[in-house]
Each structure stands twice: as structure tokens, then as C-alpha cells.
């Protein structure tokens, strides 16, 4: 557990939408043994944001985590441990969003939010691994690239498949869309012999723009987009 | 990832787990240390003490002559619902996992292939025999057990000779984390 969540009640866990990436949400799936189904839900995004995939109509959707079936403020994976204490109940797989929260890039470099949740107290800014969390930004612009790829896939395919048709319905097409993301993960991730491939990547410790290893992912991407759109 | 065993995968996969609601989940001093120091929550905050009859080796009192427990995960109730174990997840079709995961406690690990089974809902008939995630580490589990057996000795001897000092389970869990160092 990184040391500003030491004291905290969950309060990024409450109120808030958790977009997840596909690779999100296949690894959690993997590693619980869920079916997607079970914990994500589609979530129409806003025009100004770049991803999202298409259902029935023209609106265009992120994948969000469900909300918890009893206390529905919050997510569904909070453990309730005691009154004072929440803890995350898949932290090893929890999403990339969870994991570079509360921080962002601003100024070149990694900052707390403006809008952060923790007491300003909770975190120590100068004790901070700036080249951990900054692979972790690097892994995180990286999924959500590979989100608008694997969306824009989607969508092509969609829109192909609607050419003659009068109308998808919005639940078969979910349905199929998260066939997709998983044809899409075990085709990406299948190459790494043992390791998880993303976890590997990682530990790279600069931004990714214009790497050779960066290249070399999306390529194995685009790979991993194309068996699935065949399939 | 490591594959899971089979044994493994079908309590991972059971959507009911009447073992996080129904049975005391009892602890030893490794299991608490574990999660208290991987989650960063004391374990007075997670674990009760469930008063128990038997003379079990794990046995603590609080005060000298006094009524005997064992130490258990807490339990966390939502109104109009049966209790569970406070780590347990719950997802909105029904299902339902561990939030513990890899740092559950020896008892969950050992489920359902040590100790009672009437409140299982699964059928192990096709496990029990071939499953080697639960049986193969006897040893460090014995191991395990006799360490904590022997804290507890010493916090009972200690509470014995107390002389009738005021003593709460909060005590209890601060001589466990003083037992059990951390490792640096």
C-alpha cells in the first residue's frame, strides 16, 4: 500500500466513476475469475473525450466499474473493514487510474491533484518515488492509447456490421464489445512467456512518446487487434 | 501469474462463499501480522475476540482465571443482511470474492479440506484428492501453529501474573505485533 492511503478511509472509492482500460479490466477478470460482466458496466462519455466505443446509436461509451450492491456510493471492490478503515479488495490488479491516484502530470512533472481527496497532510511530496510514479503514468498513457485503438477497432467493425441493418441492441452489442477486449488481451498478452507482459513494461522510467520500446507495443497491439477482428 | 489449483479456482469461482458468512474465521499471529502490515490497519480493527469452551492451544485470556477466546477476522453487517468476513467483496450480480486475496489466512487457505464442512455449498468430491494447494505445506502450517501457540503461552502467562491489570484485545494484538517482528 503506497504511504499516503496509510490513514484513509477510502475516499477516492466514494462518489467517483472509475473508468478502467480493457486491459483493466482483463486483468482483474483474470486474476478473480469474474466474468466482465460481473463488475463493469458502460458509461456514455462526454464528446470531448478522445476513446469510446459505440453500442446501439450514436453515443460512445468507457467501461466503468460497477458500484457496490449495498452502499452504492461505493466501488464495488471496497472492502468495508471497519468503520475507519476501507481497503481496495483487488489492490494487486486494481485499475491504473486507482494506481496514479491522487497525482497528475502538470508542469512536466508529477503533482498532486488539484482536486485530490487526501488530506494535503497525507502525502510527502519530497519522499515521493518520482521514478516509480512515473513509470506508472507511463503504463497508464500507454492502456488508455491502446483503449482508443481497441475502440476505434470496435467501432469500425460495428460500423460495418450495421451497413443494411435497421438496429444493434444496446445489450448484444455490450455483449460483443467485451468479447472483443478479452479476444484482443489474451492475444496481446500471450506472447509474454511467464511475466505479465504490461508489468514488465513498466519499469521503464521515462515517458513513453517516441521510444523504440513504445513502438514495439503498439505494433504488438495492432497485432493483437487484428487476430481479434478476425476472429 | 501462477495457474491456480483446482481447489483453489473452485472456492475462488464459488458465488455464495457461506464460509465468509457463516464460520468464525480464526487467526493465528502470522495471518494478522501479514495483513495488518500489508494493508496498513491495525488489527484490533479487524479481528474480535470469539469466546470459545475448548482448551485449544490458541486460547487467550484477559484477565487471570478468566474467560478464554480465540482471535477471528471481524465482520462487517449491512442492515437486512447476514454478516461476513469485513475483507469480503460484493459484486452487484450476486457474486462475491475475497478482498484478502493472496494474503488470506491459513484457515481460508486450508478450506474446505481441514476442519468442518457442513456450511459449504460446493462439492469437493472431485478436489479432496488430487488438490495439492492446501495439503502441501503441513509443514510450514505446523510450524506456523506452534509459533503462535507458544505467543499466546506467553501472553497468558503474562496476563496471569498481571495481577488483575485491566487487559483488552487491543493488548492482545499489540503483544502479537511485538512477537512477530517485521521484516526489514
Given amino acids: 500500500m503506497t504511504e499516503g492511503c496509510f490513514s484513509c478511509s477510502g475516499r477516492c472509492c466514494y462518489d467517483i466513476v472509475v473508468p478502467v482500460t480493457p486491459f483493466d479490466a482483463w486483468r482483474i477478470a483474470r486474476d478473480q475469475l469474474l466474468a466482465f460482466e460481473a463488475f463493469v458496466e458502460p458509461c456514455i462519455t462526454p464528446r470531448s473525450v478522445e476513446h469510446g466505443f459505440r453500442l446501439s446509436g450514436q453515443d460512445r461509451y468507457s467501461l466503468v466499474l460497477r458500484r457496490h450492491p449495498i452502499e452504492a456510493a461505493a466501488c464495488t471492490f471496497l472492502a468495508h473493514v471497519s468503520e475507519e478503515f476501507k481497503r481496495c479488495g483487488i489492490y494487486p490488479v486494481r485499475p491504473l487510474v486507482c494506481r496514479v491516484y491522487p497525482f497528475e502530470i502538470r508542469g512536466g512533472s508529477i503533482d498532486i491533484r488539484t482536486d485530490a481527496r487526501c488530506k494535503p497532510s497525507d502525502w510527502d ?5 518520482y521514478a516509480r510514479r512515473g513509470a506508472e503514468f507511463a503504463r497508464y498513457a500507454a492502456e488508455w492509447e491502446a483503449c482508443r485503438q481497441i475502440d476505434a477497432a470496435w467501432n469500425a467493425a460495428l460500423n460495418l456490421a450495421e451497413n443494411g441493418v435497421d438496429g444493434v441492441d444496446h445489450a448484444d452489442a455490450f455483449r460483443g464489445y467485451l468479447a472483443f477486449i478479452e479476444r484482443v488481451s489474451e492475444a496481446f498478452f500471450a506472447g509474454a512467456p511467464s511475466a505479465d507482459r504490461v508489468a514488465q513494461w513498466s519499469a521503464r522510467p521515462a515517458l513513453p512518446e517516441a521510444t523504440a520500446e513504445y513502438e514495439r507495443w503498439l505494433e504488438s497491439l495492432q497485432g493483437a487487434i487484428g487476430a481479434a477482428s478476425r476472429a | ?20 458468512f457463516d464460520a468464525d474465521i480464526f487467526v493465528t499471529g502470522a ?23 475448548a482448551a485449544a492451544d490458541d486460547a487467550f485470556v484477559l484477565a487471570p482465571a478468566g474467560p478464554r477466546y480465540r482471535l477471528a477476522l471481524g465482520r ?36 474446505p479440506l481441514k476442519g468442518p464442512t457442513p456450511l459449504c455449498t460446493c462439492d469437493w468430491s472431485d478436489i479432496a484428492g488430487d488438490d495439492d494447494s492446501p495439503v502441501a505445506e503441513p509443514v510450514q502450517r505446523d510450524v506456523e501453529r506452534d509459533r503462535y501457540a507458544g505467543v499466546v503461552a506467553g501472553w497468558n502467562a503474562y496476563v496471569e501474573a498481571s495481577g488483575g491489570e485491566q487487559l483488552t484485545h487491543r493488548d492482545f494484538c499489540r503483544h502479537i505485533l511485538g512477537a512477530y517482528p517485521a521484516e526489514t
Wanted: aromatic content about 8%; hydrophobic content about 35%.
Fill in chain 2, 31 to 53: 495471518d494478522v501480522t501479514r495483513i495488518a502490515r500489508t494493508i496498513s490497519v491495525p488489527p484490533w480493527l479487524f479481528t474480535v475476540p470469539v469466546p470459545c469452551d
Fill in chain 2, 76 to 111: 462487517t453487517h449491512f442492515p437486512g443482511e447476514d454478516p461476513h468476513c469485513a475483507f469480503l467483496v460484493r459484486l452487484p450480480d450476486g457474486s462475491t470474492r475475497c478482498g484478502l486475496g493472496e494474503l488470506r489466512p491459513r484457515t481460508c487457505r486450508d478450506w
Fill in chain 2, 1 to 20: 501469474m501462477a495457474p491456480l489449483s483446482a481447489g483453489v479456482e473452485r472456492w475462488l469461482r464459488c458465488r455464495e462463499k457461506r464460509c465468509c
Fill in chain 1, 125 to 129: 511530496m519530497a519522499a515521493l518515488d
